[in-house]
């Protein structure tokens, strides 16, 4: 068993996490608050330090990069949000924020997820059997998932059985990412199992 | 399954009923038992590797000694459990072969996570820091620092988390832009592996490999379908695969087994649900 009182208090808390599975209680409450203030208090540090210390007052104040000022003074007209009468002073700095993320996003976006996916759509020739069925597969799933989101016409005639075609590959999408949930889930558990039994309690070995 | 119906008469609860009202709390201990007891007793069950973490391997394994990679830990604690095996395994494997390693997060709370690693893998293999490997800590603003990485680490990174100045360190004198990496990898909890895919790579040609938790992996698989993305490990699983090619046993092939009765258990319940919901549906049309 664990002598570090670190380790004692991380594992008392995680019990006191797991017992809100019985019901809901203080204990729980109390570890639940404080997560959230220590996460809250982590997290300020961290982006004082790492934004407003190393991004602005170094390079400005130390450095003299003058020009950097410009970026620290629109961060602070974010301020202006927290009173109703000069918040759309804010607006400037979430203006100018937006801008620059769509200059950024849409040209890379469009090409990864949009041109060079459907050119992975696109079936091969050559390779194995398995590899040209499946690429044949690939296109035809996306493009009857393409006709079920198809909204301007009604789906009747061809476009109902090619559209309920289009439902089963988005329900085997769906299995596939509840299936990989899951497993997301189970390994959490996993971890805190692995942390109770093993650097607290000593039971299993540390890999 | 829901909860017991107490104002049901009881002479209408059969078996089927009482299936379909178990108590929460017995599954909850039924899950904590078929997670705890295969880590106390390994079944050793046997793990099969798939295409994309065989090709996560691959673009490791043929790298060369003193090749420099970068390594961004893009995860908090809240899923060391799924990520943590994934960044220690690799950072064995490359450590085992002699790699340079530039690490970074693309979190301000990932900052302790990669300390601990490189620390306890660092010490493992006797590595130095600065030479061996290098630590540039945390950058806001993730968008803006993938891209400014291609056109210079130092001067995205002036100085290292601890700050002495990126000039400085030996693994930096001739490393700084992805055109001087030979490898990106990124152990990610969220989208980030995606934009490393769509900025490193797309736009600067960045080879790079991920480690992502099991919830993102349904979304990487296009990029590695695509070659955006040369090769990842999607959640526990996929850690365990790596750790069996890599040699080494580690928390990810541990976890498996667990992993493994914890699935089985959840199938039964839903089989026994739909068992109940089936033959009550039965008993009332008769």
Redo the contacts between chains.
């Keep these: 068993m664990s002598v570090d009182p670190g380790v004692w208090i991380a594992a008392i808390l995680t019990l006191a996490i797991f017992s809100f599975l019985y019901k809901d209680n203080p204990v729980y409450k109390f570890a639940e608050h404080l997560l959230v203030g220590v996460s809250a208090g982590y997290y300020l540090t961290q982006y004082t330090f790492s934004a407003v210390y190393k991004k602005l007052i170094v390079p400005v104040f130390l450095n003299g990069e003058w020009i950097l000022i410009f970026g620290g003074l629109l961060g602070l007209l974010m301020f202006f949000r927290m009173n109703r009468k000069t918040e759309w002073i804010s607006r400037y700095a979430i203006a100018f924020y937006v801008v620059a993320w769509s200059g950024y996003v849409i040209p890379s976006i469009l090409q990864a997820r949009v041109l060079v996916q459907a050119q992975g759509t696109i079936p091969v020739t050559t390779g194995s059997i398995f590899s040209i069925i499946n690429a044949w597969l690939i296109m035809i799933g996306v493009l009857c998932i393409l006709i079920y989101f198809y909204f301007s016409m009604e789906h009747k005639g061809v476009l109902l059985p090619v559209s309920q075609v289009g439902i089963f590959f988005l329900m085997l999408g769906f299995g596939a990412s509840f299936g990989y949930t899951i497993m997301g889930r189970i390994t959490l558990l996993i971890g805190r199992f692995q942390f109770l039994m093993g650097d607290w309690l000593g039971i299993i070995e540390k890999l | 399954m829901r909860e017991l119906d107490t104002s049901a008469p009881i002479a209408k609860r059969t078996i089927w009923t009482r299936l379909m009202a178990v108590d929460r ?1 017995i599954i ?1 201990l039924a ?2 038992l078929s ?2 007891l295969p ?2 007793y390994p079944i050793g069950l046997p793990v099969k590797t798939a295409n994309e973490s065989r090709a996560y391997f691959k673009e490791m394994d043929q790298l060369n000694a003193g090749d420099v990679i970068m390594f961004s830990f893009d995860y908090e604690p ?5 990520l943590d095996p994934m960044s220690l395994t690799t950072w064995r494997h490359a450590f085992r072969k002699d790699l340079k390693i530039i690490a970074l997060t693309m979190y ?2 990932g ?1 302790g996570v990669a300390e601990r690693i490189m620390r306890q893998v660092a010490g493992e293999y006797g590595k130095v820091y600065g030479e061996d490997y290098i630590f540039l ?4 603003d993730w ?2 620092t993938m ?1 400014r990485l291609g056109e210079s680490i130092k001067a995205t990174y002036p ?1 290292d988390q601890y700050g002495t100045p990126s000039e400085s360190f030996p693994i930096l004198q001739h490393v700084d832009r992805y055109g001087h990496i030979k490898l990106l990898v990124s152990v990610s909890a969220s989208a980030l592996s ?1 934009y490393w ?3 490193a ?3 600067y040609g960045q080879r790079m490999i991920s480690g992502n ?3 993102q ?2 979304l990487i698989y ?2 590695f ?2 070659d ?1 993305i040369s090769g990842f490990l ?4 996929g850690a365990a695969e790596y750790e069996s090619l890599v040699g080494i ?3 990810g092939t ?2 498996m087994d ?2 493994s009765t ?2 089985a258990l ?1 199938v039964l319940f839903i089989l026994l649900g739909n068992v109940g919901y089936v033959m009550n549906r039965r008993r009332r049309t008769q």
Excluded: C
């Design positions: 709390r909850f899950v904590a997670v705890a880590l106390i809240d899923t060391m459990a799924e301000a709370g900052t800590g945390y950058n806001p968008s803006g891209l100085t995606e895919a769509i900025w790579g797309g736009k938790t099991a919830v992996a349904v296009p990029y379908q695509t955006q999607g959640g526990l699983k046993k580690g928390e541990r976890g667990a992993q914890a699935h959840m």
